[in-house]
């Protein structure tokens, strides 16, 4: 558990939060390689099913990233995203899996510095719940399917 | 459409526990719609057994199949290039589709991942409502389109009932008096008078009290 590093994966809106992390590069501000980016046209995309495949493949956390309330460039993206986020942990819950594993968060384009600070503060909070259950017989399942 | 709704994924686990190797056949037609047991619920919770296993330190095969209609003999029919490799199915239709699998495949078990609740509509985005009870004997030309069979807790033919209170039913708040329903419907098409005539007793030998029912059509049957 000492050395345990937790893979996270950030779906990311192109139109906020990938962009924010872009902005935190450019601003120097570090954040935790754990955190993995996926980019997605708009977080209403991100679906219950992409969220479940992460962690049944091993990650330790998943967030997905969007706009702010009201700001979703296809009106309301990130409230479905949200509503989904909540059911992938009322499913966790059902499995008995953490659902703290599960995050929505919101940015704007120009929140670098959150961005940073919100990947420090999850990767933290992973780090502190431990592997998720699954890693270790997922990734021996991954190694058998590719031989 | 039918309606239907994951069961809770704790029966599900005690239906596959003892195996490790599932065929998970969803269906493309109403489950679909319903957001029940389409391609994507099959992915979803799929990948929720799969972890629900690994978790016990167990492993879980699970091949994915989405059928055109599960109800259908010819599409059923498309299992057989992967039934032998399944220890059980689980089933992600309707009922129907649930029995088409177990007459087709009588040495297989299937177990369902569903609960068939009814045939209704879509009021709304994810908000469906039942609609009709399959009476076999339609009453929808006398009450203005709307059926009280169906959405009438009383199943009332002469209604509203001394229940009926500011539109609701005296179940509950959230049901509308469907005969409240009805009589704004005659009243905005000028057929005032047909709420005045008496429903007759309903033959209920063409819903399920004639027994389980069926149809031959003999200028299709073969």
Not at chain 1, 28 to 44: A, L, Q
């Amino acid at each position: 558990m000492g050395n345990f590093e937790p893979v996270i994966v950030a779906f990311c809106c192109n139109y906020c939060a990938y962009t924010a992390a872009d902005m935190a590069g450019s601003m120097r501000h570090c954040y935790p390689p754990n955190v993995k980016i996926v980019k997605v046209p708009c977080t209403g995309k991100v679906d219950v099913k992409h969220i479940m495949l992460a962690l049944r493949k091993g990650a330790d956390g998943v967030y997905v990233a969007g706009c702010l309330e009201g700001d979703c460039h296809f009106k309301n993206g990130n409230n479905k995203a949200a509503l989904r986020v909540a059911r992938v942990k009322k499913i966790l819950d059902e499995i008995g899996i953490e659902k703290e594993r599960v995050e929505m968060v919101t940015m704007s384009a120009g929140m670098g510095k959150d961005f940073a600070r919100i990947a420090v503060e999850i990767t933290e909070k992973i780090r502190k719940l431990g592997p998720n259950p699954v890693k270790n017989i997922s990734a021996g399942q991954s190694k058998l399917a590719t031989g | 459409m039918i309606v239907a709704e994951q069961k809770p994924i704790e029966e599900i686990m005690e239906y596959i526990s003892p195996y490790n190797r599932i065929l998970l056949v969803g269906c493309n037609e109403c489950v679909t719609v319903c957001a029940a047991g389409g391609r994507k619920e099959v992915g979803i919770l799929s990948s929720a057994l799969q972890m629900a296993f690994m978790k016990e330190g167990k492993t879980l095969e699970v091949k994915e199949i989405t059928l055109e209609r599960q109800c259908d003999p010819e599409y059923v029919e498309e299992l057989v290039t992967h039934i032998d490799q399944a220890e059980v199915v689980l089933s992600m239709a309707c009922g129907c589709g649930v029995q088409e699998i177990a007459r087709r495949f009588s040495a297989k078990l299937v177990f369902p991942a569903l609960n068939t609740k009814f045939m209704g509509a879509s009021e709304r985005q994810g908000v469906w409502a039942e609609r009709c009870q399959g009476c076999g004997d339609c009453i929808l030309g006398l009450t203005g389109g709307i059926c009280p069979v169906a959405r009438c807790s009383k199943r009332l033919l002469n209604g509203p009932c001394g229940g009926s209170t500011g539109g609701n039913c005296e179940i509950s708040k959230d049901v509308d008096c469907v005969w409240n329903i009805i009589w704004e419907r005659l009243k905005s098409l000028g057929m005032e008078d047909r709420y005045e005539e008496v429903m007759t007793a309903k033959d209920w030998r063409p819903s399920w009290h004639g027994g389980p029912r069926k149809i031959i059509r003999e200028d299709l049957a073969e």
